[in-house]
C-alpha cells in the first residue's frame, strides 16, 4: 500500500500540470458544446433589441445603408383620344435617381417597452443615374381632378363646372421636376389652401412628395414596440398619430405589422407584415424562396398582388379595405386627405393583378416583368437581418365620367391610370454581411471548437490516468526490489 509520501512521488509537478490542462480543456469543451450557443443566442438577441446603446438601435436610429430610389413617370400620349374616351397610350419616362437617407427623431421611450418617434427623410437626386429632371411629362392635372372629384354627386358640382371651363384640358404638361418634390402652383391649389388652413400637407404646391424633403410631417408620430418587455414584438407598430387605428372599418383599420422593417428572429416565419403610412395599411410578404447569398443562407418574403392586395374573390378578408374592384391594386382613397382623390397602389405595371387593367391601355403602354416590378425582402433567417430590398409600388388614380362638370369629364371612361412608380431598394455592404456570416456561424464554430477541445480534453484526460497508473506501477516495482535487496542483505 501506499502512503503519503508513495502518493507525492507519484503526483508530481508536471504530472499536475498535465491534469490541470486536462480538466480545463475538457471543461470549456463541454461548456462550449452545451452551454456556449444559446447564451450567444442571448447577447445576440440583446444587441438586436431597440434601446439606446444597442447595435439595433443604432441601426435603427440613423441607418447607414442609404436606400436608392428610382421614379418612373407615366406620359399619356394621346390626352384629346382619352378625353374623348379613348384608351390611353402611356409612354414611361425614367428613371429619376435619388439617394434617400432618413433619421429617427422626437425618439421619445416609455417604460413599457415602446418608443414614439418621427421621421426624417432626405432625397438627394443623382443626376449622372438619372433622365434629366427637367424632362416634359403630360399627366393628368391633379389641382383640376383634385377640385372635380371634391364636388362628385354634390349640388355643388354646378359651380364648379363654370369654374373649370376655361381649363383647356384634363392633362397638362409639368417637368419630373415639378411632379416629384419641386411642386408646381395653380390658382387652384390657392384656393384649397385657403378653405383648409390647418392642413398638415402643404397646399401651395402640388408636387407627388412636395413639402416631404427634409421634413417629418409625412409619415407623422409613430408609437413601436422596442423588444425589451416582450423580445417577440420587436418592432411592431403600436400607434400612429396618436391612435390605434386607421380610417379603415372593422378588422381592417387595427394597427399591425412592423414600423420599420426590424422584426425578431424567428426560423419558422412563413409571411410577415410591413406596415406602411404611404397607404394607411400593412403590406404582406410571403416566403417564396430559399437560397445562399454570398455564403449566407437567407430566405426571399414577395408581394402577392392577389392576395395582399385581393378583393372579395381572392382574399375575403380585405373586403373592408373596399375591394369593389377586380383583384391586384389597393384602394387607399382616404389615405393622405379627407378622401377627395380616388387613389389605389398595385405592383408596378399592374404585375400579377387581374389582366382587366392592361386591357384598359393600348398595346405597348404597360409591360409587367417579375425582374423588374416585383416587390421583396430578403432576410437572413438566424438574424431577421434584411440583406436586400426591393419596395415597388405604383400610384394610381381613378379616372371616371362626370356629365356635370363639362368636356374635359363628360366622355371619360372608367380608368385605373397609373402616374407614377417608385423602385426603393438598399443592400447590406461585403462588411455587414461578413458580420452577419460571424453572427450565424460563430456557435457552429465554437461548437467545432467544443468538439475538439472535448476530445483533446478526454485524451488528456486519458493520458494523465495512463501515466498515473504507470508511475504508479514503476513505484511499486521500485519499492519491491527495495525490498528483496533489504531481505538480501539481511540473510548476508
Request: aromatic content about 14%; charged content about 20%; overall charge neutral.
Amino acid at each position: 500500500m501506499f502512503n503519503r509520501s508513495d502518493e507525492s512521488r507519484v503526483f508530481t509537478l508536471p504530472r499536475a500540470i498535465l491534469l490541470f490542462f486536462a480538466l480545463t480543456t475538457l471543461g470549456f469543451g463541454i461548456f462550449f458544446l452545451l452551454h456556449f450557443t444559446p447564451i450567444f443566442h442571448n447577447i445576440v438577441r440583446s444587441q438586436l433589441i431597440l434601446s439606446p446603446g444597442t447595435q439595433g438601435y443604432e441601426a435603427w436610429s440613423k441607418p447607414q445603408i442609404s436606400t436608392y430610389i428610382r421614379f418612373y413617370l407615366f406620359s399619356v400620349l394621346n390626352p384629346e383620344e382619352v378625353e374623348a374616351g379613348g384608351k390611353p397610350r402611356l409612354e414611361q419616362i425614367g428613371p429619376f435617381v435619388y439617394r434617400e437617407e432618413l433619421e429617427r427623431v422626437d425618439q421619445d421611450f416609455s417604460k413599457f417597452g415602446n418608443v414614439n418617434f418621427r421621421t426624417r427623410k432626405v432625397w438627394y437626386p443623382i443626376s449622372k443615374e438619372s433622365v434629366s429632371l427637367d424632362t416634359l411629362i403630360t399627366t393628368l392635372d391633379i389641382p383640376q381632378f383634385a377640385a372635380a372629384e371634391s364636388v362628385r354627386g354634390k349640388w355643388s358640382e354646378f359651380m364648379m363646372r363654370s369654374t373649370l371651363s376655361w381649363r383647356p384640358s384634363l392633362f397638362t404638361q409639368k417637368t419630373a421636376r415639378e411632379l416629384l418634390f419641386d411642386g408646381f402652383s395653380d390658382p387652384l391649389l390657392t384656393a384649397g389652401a385657403f378653405f383648409n388652413p390647418d392642413s398638415k400637407v402643404p397646399l401651395d404646391k402640388f408636387g407627388w412628395f412636395y413639402g416631404r424633403n427634409g421634413t417629418t410631417w409625412a409619415d407623422d408620430v409613430i408609437g413601436m414596440a422596442t423588444g425589451e418587455q416582450n423580445y417577440t414584438q420587436l418592432g411592431e407598430i403600436k400607434t400612429w398619430k396618436n391612435s390605434t387605428r386607421t380610417h379603415y372599418s372593422g378588422k381592417c383599420g387595427q394597427l399591425k405589422g412592423s414600423a420599420s422593417g426590424f422584426l425578431p428572429v424567428n426560423l419558422k416565419r412563413t409571411s410577415f407584415d410591413f406596415f406602411s403610412t404611404d397607404i394607411c395599411r400593412p403590406i404582406r410578404f410571403q416566403k417564396s424562396e430559399e437560397f445562399i447569398h454570398n455564403k449566407l443562407p437567407v430566405h426571399k418574403f414577395s408581394v402577392n398582388p392577389m392576395e395582399t392586395f385581393g378583393n372579395e374573390s381572392t382574399n375575403p378578408e380585405n373586403i373592408c379595405y373596399n375591394t369593389f374592384h377586380p383583384a391586384g391594386i389597393h384602394n387607399s382613397t382616404g389615405c393622405k386627405d379627407a378622401g377627395i382623390l380616388p387613389v389605389f397602389v398595385s405592383l408596378p405595371h399592374f404585375l400579377d393583378a387581374d389582366p382587366s387593367y392592361l386591357k384598359q391601355f393600348q398595346p405597348g403602354s404597360l409591360n409587367p416583368d417579375p425582374e423588374q416590378h416585383s416587390a421583396y425582402m430578403i432576410l437572413q433567417p438566424d438574424t431577421s437581418i434584411p440583406v436586400q430590398v426591393k419596395m415597388r409600388l405604383q400610384i394610381i388614380l381613378q379616372l371616371r365620367k362626370n356629365e356635370n362638370l363639362g368636356r374635359n369629364f363628360e366622355n371619360l371612361s372608367n380608368t385605373f391610370l397609373p402616374v407614377l412608380w417608385f423602385d426603393a431598394g438598399a443592400e447590406t455592404t461585403p462588411d455587414l454581411e461578413y458580420t452577419i456570416w460571424f453572427l450565424v456561424n460563430t456557435p457552429s464554430i465554437v461548437k467545432y471548437i467544443g468538439m475538439v477541445l472535448s476530445s483533446v480534453g478526454l485524451a488528456l484526460c486519458l493520458l494523465f490516468l495512463y501515466v498515473m497508473v504507470k508511475a504508479g506501477r514503476n513505484e511499486r516495482e521500485k519499492i519491491v526490489q527495495i525490498k528483496l535487496n533489504d531481505d538480501e542483505l539481511e540473510n548476508l
